[in-house]
């Protein structure tokens, strides 16, 4: 199962990136009965907060969010002009803000980060449960 979106160039895009995921996710778990938990549903919430936010904060134009799910996670990539690769700041705890790449990184099972002919994409992957390592249906 794959959707994507075309998101608006104004602050709002981040709040309706956020709701069209957790739209997402609710068909996943209706329609392909997948198992999806509030850990899940509050982790790519946030995952896909802090990357669109990062697009309207430094890349110009249009933003593509696109969220695919397999049996065990759930794809976010998130798509935009600026071809500059962004690199999560060195740890200091008495920095205010700019830490969206730590946490992101710290709360995916994978990240990627990769050039397009023009811009770049940026995916991560959330486990859809608990425990990413039971088997299916556990």
């Known amino acids: ?12 895009c981040i709040a309706d990136a ?5 739209a997402f996710l ?3 778990s ?7 938990s509030t850990r899940a549903r509050e982790l790519t919430q946030l ?7 990062n697009t309207r904060k430094y ?21 935009d002009s600026d071809p500059n690769v962004p690199a999560p700041r060195d740890a200091d705890p008495s920095r205010i803000g700019q830490h969206g ?13 990769q050039r397009e002919p023009v811009g770049k994409r940026i995916t ?8 990413p390592g039971a088997p299916f249906g556990a």
Request: without cysteine; proline residues 4%; glycine residues 4%.
């Open 124 to 131: 991560a992957r959330i486990a859809l449960t608990d425990d």
């Open 47 to 53: 995952v896909v907060s802090e990357l669109v936010t």
């Open 30 to 36: 209706d329609e392909q009965h997948l198992p999806v």
């Open 18 to 22: 956020r709701h069209h995921a957790v």
């Open 101 to 113: 790449l730590e946490i992101v990184q710290a709360v995916v099972e994978d990240f990627l980060v």
């Open 1 to 12: 199962m794959r959707v994507g979106y075309a998101l608006g160039e104004d602050a709002s």
């Open 59 to 79: 890349a110009p134009g249009p933003v593509l969010l696109e969220l695919r799910v397999t049996a065990r996670t759930v794809e976010i990539s998130v798509w």
């Open 26 to 28: 609710d068909r996943a």
